[in-house]
């Protein structure tokens, strides 16, 4: 069964300063991995995600993820954080050779300080 | 919310009672999917469906039911609403088409009481 850990319940960073969450996954065989972003009373915004090909992918609002296959993780990261960055963050994760469900982890509250 | 809308958008209720939530889409995706979210546990699967009529359970499918009758809407029921399943609930949609690579989009959720 595929799993996604996120170990951090809350990340404090100070605006202007570099913003990494992260985030591990479990799967059989190799993965499709996905973050999302959550505002308070929103749905939840798609990031980015990785599928195939280069480790770095670039998304929306200036984030980024790294894709490690060796140490299985899939962190995100973004420079400078903005107050406006303040949010939940989930990352997801699907196999390849299952059928369409995505498993998220438990999130992570972002807090960036003036 | 990427042409999604879910209603009611709050709703407050007493144990027993029968409730459906309704997901509405206008992108013609054929994968739907409802979840709900609990502090400290994220997102998990109830149910999703792959087609109109084709439903299949996910992992907190206990005390829930849904329908699909057309393409663009989703039904989630209570069948007799518990405590336990106040919560917050979000449609999702997937076009489902890409061999799995496909981005889910969210809607806006329907956050649910149940007294």
């Known amino acids: 069964a595929q799993s996604v850990a996120q170990p951090e319940d809350q990340v404090n960073v100070a605006e202007g300063n570099p913003l990494t969450v992260k985030c591990t996954y479990s799967v059989s065989g190799n993965p499709y991995l996905f973050w999302y972003v959550q505002y308070p009373n929103r749905g939840l915004q798609f990031l980015l995600k990785y599928i195939t090909g280069d480790n770095l992918v670039k998304g929306s609002y200036g984030f980024e993820a790294e894709f490690n296959k060796s140490q299985t993780s899939f962190h995100l990261k973004k420079p400078s954080a903005l107050v406006s960055d303040s949010a939940l963050y989930f990352c997801a994760v699907r196999d390849r050779y299952g059928n369409n469900r995505l498993a998220f982890g438990k999130g992570n509250q972002v807090v960036v300080i003036p | 919310d990427a042409g999604i809308t879910q209603s009611p958008r709050h709703k407050v209720t007493e144990t027993g009672t029968p409730v459906t939530l309704r997901c509405h889409q206008t992108?013609?995706?054929?994968?739907m999917y409802w979840y709900r979210q609990d502090p400290g546990h994220g997102l998990r699967l109830i149910h999703y469906?792959?087609?109109?009529?084709?439903?299949d359970k996910g992992e907190v499918s206990d005390g829930y039911s849904v329908s699909r009758s057309k393409t663009e809407d989703f039904l989630l029921t209570l069948e007799s609403a518990t405590s336990s399943q106040t919560s917050v609930y979000f449609c999702?949609?997937?076009?489902?088409?890409?061999?799995?690579?496909?981005?889910?989009?969210f809607g806006p959720g329907t956050r649910l009481t149940v007294l």
């Open positions: 469906s792959y087609g109109v009529k084709d439903t």
């Open positions: 992108e013609n995706h054929r994968y």
């Open positions: 999702a949609i997937s076009a489902g088409d890409t061999g799995g690579t496909d981005t889910q989009y």
